[in-house]
């Protein structure tokens, strides 16, 4: 089976480095915008490949779900022996659980969703890794918490690594063991979409400088909430790291108004246009590394996220 990747419009800058890795050209996609709002997707001939289509689901969420989906089913109709979705981020992740009587739940109805598409999806930093069993496909969870470790190294020596709410707690956990750090717990409560309340710290920063790790930074609320709180315990400065940098407003604002000396983030979302202090680790080379591993039928080892 020859290697074929095709990507939907939601990271291009991305899609194009996994395949300039793999030095594979991208398949052609047209895709046209009907004037009711619809989308008409072509691919080319991809008779008998084993293909990866590249479409991470940041927003805009659902124009890009919708792209996903007419995408995986032009590519099966083009004739494809084998469809993998690589969908670096993975909207609705977040909505796990039911918190409240008459609440669907999110991550379960987009799992079915997805998986009707593909035989197989490929994905990074789920927000917890439970959502792999909603889905009735294999799913592949990359992580980038080694790259984002590596990236960071020695500028965090002697900091605390802070978990800014108790489902971060595993990440903290593995980020500090590669840091060879400690860590603390801040107690968060959302109120809302864009409002958290962050009550305590548990663990000593008094006089630390911390670095703040989650799995996404999206209004920037449970940062903002994390970085006051452990000011107000006695902490120093301050580094945020977060794998899916979605950053929708009033992200920027309430991020500048902290004061961080770093914010890292990765590219599975297109990066935002520079700012302050922005860096963005690139995950082409992990995606690049796991989409030839599968291709070569070969073990993820490594790239896969550990407990
Ligand atoms: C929540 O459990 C997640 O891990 C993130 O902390 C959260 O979704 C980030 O969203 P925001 O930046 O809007 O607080």
């Not at 992200?251 to 500048?256: F, I, M, N, S, Y």
């Amino acid at each position: 089976m020859d290697l074929a990747i095709v990507a939907g419009r939601a990271n291009p800058g991305l899609a194009a480095a996994v395949a300039r890795r793999l030095r594979v050209e991208l398949g052609t996609l047209t895709v046209e915008q009907f004037p009711d709002g619809e989308l008409g997707v072509i691919v080319g001939v991809l008779r008998g490949a084993d293909v990866y289509v590249i479409q991470s689901t940041g927003p805009p969420v659902h124009d890009h779900l919708a792209e996903l989906a007419l995408l995986a089913d032009a590519v099966r109709r083009s004739g494809a022996a084998r469809i993998t979705g690589v969908i670096p981020y993975l909207a609705y992740a977040r909505q796990d659980r039911r918190e409240q009587e008459g609440q669907g739940i999110g991550a379960r109805i987009i799992a079915d969703f997805i998986g009707a598409l593909f035989d197989r999806v490929v994905t990074v930093d789920l927000h917890t890794s439970a959502v792999e069993g909603f889905f009735g496909c294999p799913v592949e969870q990359l992580s980038a918490v080694p790259l984002l470790a590596a990236h960071i190294g020695s500028s965090v020596a002697e900091h605390v690594v802070v978990a800014p709410d108790l489902g971060a707690v595993k990440r903290a956990e593995r980020y500090a063991r590669a840091l060879g750090l400690g860590t603390a717990v801040v107690r968060k409560r959302r109120l809302s979409g864009r409002e958290v309340e962050a009550t305590a710290v548990d663990g000593d920063v008094r006089d630390r400088p911390v670095v703040v790790v989650d799995d996404m930074i999206s209004t920037g609320a449970t940062i903002e909430a994390a970085v006051r709180v452990l000011r107000g315990a006695g902490a120093l400065q301050a580094t945020v790291v977060a794998t899916h940098g979605l950053l929708v407003p009033p992200a920027d604002e309430r991020l500048a108004a902290l004061g961080l000396t770093a914010i890292v983030v990765t590219d599975t979302v297109p990066p935002p246009s520079t700012r302050g202090a922005l860096t963005v680790v690139s995950v082409a080379d992990l995606l690049a590394d796991a989409v030839g591993r599968l291709h070569r039928d070969e073990p993820l080892a490594e790239l896969v996220r550990q407990a």
